[in-house]
């Protein structure tokens, strides 16, 4: 298994450029995250989703958007991007409260690191 | 709304030194998740341990060793016989069970440095 995947790994944008990172799961989880984090800080969280068709802000989520259409993806769409969006991005996913296999444990993809100039 | 603080912000010890890590947490929930993960300087993210709010048994796997305490509201991590691969930052986090969707709150890191 593949676990999370997270694409792009490193990107460069100029300010009020806008894209997307792709993250992609494949142990069914149902519950999704991005999080962000920026240089010697810890984790905050951006988006989360509980399933598809439902998503819910964290911590920080302006300047960004999500969508989840299905079980498998959960995309970060930056908009227009500002040079206090420079972080690494950390998408992570995690199994349903309730089920046998759900251990609470978040499971992270490998990061993008995105810098604004 | 929960907190996880990690007063340390990094930690130098010499090989084979013991390094304890602290980290306070605070939370209205009476279930709660503490976590700790280790990011060594690739990057990723790494589970160590997973404990729920009505257990306080500590727990020793290999090296590592942990003391949870409720009364204190915390959940330290301690590494005997450091090495040079421990070298990473080390994260707390605090999930609710209340809260939607298994969300973590992670604290700032401690950074380890163990020189050989």
């Known amino acids: 298994n593949a676990g999370v995947t997270q694409t792009p790994k490193f990107r460069i944008l100029k300010i009020g450029q806008s894209m997307t990172l792709q993250c992609t799961q494949d142990?069914?989880?149902?519950?999704m995250y991005w999080y962000r984090q920026d240089p010697g800080m810890g984790l905050k969280l951006i988006y989360y989703?509980?399933?598809?068709?439902?998503?819910d802000k964290g911590e920080v989520p302006n300047g960004y958007n999500v969508s989840r259409s299905t079980t498998e993806d959960f995309p970060l769409r930056l908009e227009l991007a500002a040079p206090s969006q420079t972080s690494v991005y950390f998408c992570a996913s995690s199994s349903r409260q309730g089920s046998p296999t759900n251990t609470g444990e978040l499971f992270f993809g490998e990061g993008s690191r995105l810098t604004v100039l | 709304a929960q907190k996880v603080t990690q007063a340390q912000t990094e930690i130098s010890v010499v090989e084979k030194e013991d390094v304890t890590l602290d980290c306070v947490y605070e939370?209205?929930?009476?279930?709660?998740?503490l976590f700790w993960y280790k990011q060594p300087p690739s990057g990723e993210l790494v589970f160590l341990i997973r404990?729920?709010?009505?257990?306080?048994q500590n727990e020793i796997s290999g090296r590592y060793s942990w003391n949870f305490q409720k009364s204190t509201s915390s959940f330290n991590f301690t590494i005997t016989a450091s090495q040079v691969v421990d070298s990473a930052v080390y994260f707390c986090?605090?999930?609710?069970?209340?809260?939607?969707?298994?969300?973590?709150?992670f604290g700032g890191g401690t950074r380890v440095l163990v020189k050989p």
């Open positions: 986090a605090l999930s609710e069970a209340r809260a939607a969707g298994n969300k973590l709150t």
């Open positions: 989703s509980v399933g598809a068709g439902i998503t």
């Open positions: 142990m069914n989880h149902n519950y």
């Open positions: 939370t209205r929930d009476t279930t709660y998740y």
């Open positions: 404990r729920n709010s009505f257990d306080e």
